[in-house]
């Protein structure tokens, strides 16, 4: 069984910076990690989720939503079968649940990702 398990979260004050880790285990050779376009999304409380970044197989392809472009950078090693995000300069409205997911499509909606972890929790605070 697949599993995605983040961990980084937690507290910061507004222009800080935090990284966020997901580590992916259960994938198989016929099923591996490095097929997947792996993303980063977020829900922040009464809001819907939405997706933030995410990045291709073979690391050769990103994309950013606005609200966090030049801001966060997203990265994977294959060989650790991990994906990260990078997140600089926080403001107060990047807090939120944070998940990592894994789908076969470049998108960043949440509906193309098929496995996701818990998320942890960002809180930015001035």
């Known amino acids: 069984q697949v599993q995605m398990v983040e961990s980084g979260g937690g507290s910061v004050q507004t222009g800080g910076s935090l990284r966020l880790s997901c580590a992916a285990s259960?994938?198989?050779?016929?099923?591996?990690?490095?097929?997947?376009?792996m993303g980063w999304l977020r829900q922040a409380p009464g809001d819907e989720r939405e997706g933030g970044a995410a990045?291709?197989?073979?690391?050769?392809?990103?994309k950013y939503a606005d609200s966090v472009k030049g801001r966060f950078t997203i990265a994977r090693s294959n060989d650790k079968n991990s994906v990260y995000l990078q997140m600089d300069s926080l403001k107060l409205e990047d807090t939120a649940m944070y998940y990592c997911?894994?789908?076969?499509?470049?998108?960043?909606?949440?509906?193309?990702?098929?496995?996701w972890g818990q998320g942890p929790q960002v809180t930015v605070s001035s």
């Open positions: 259960g994938f198989t050779y016929s099923n591996p990690y490095s097929h997947y376009y």
């Open positions: 990045i291709s197989p073979g690391s050769t392809w990103t």
């Open positions: 997911a894994a789908g076969p499509s470049p998108l960043l909606q949440p509906t193309a990702y098929k496995i």
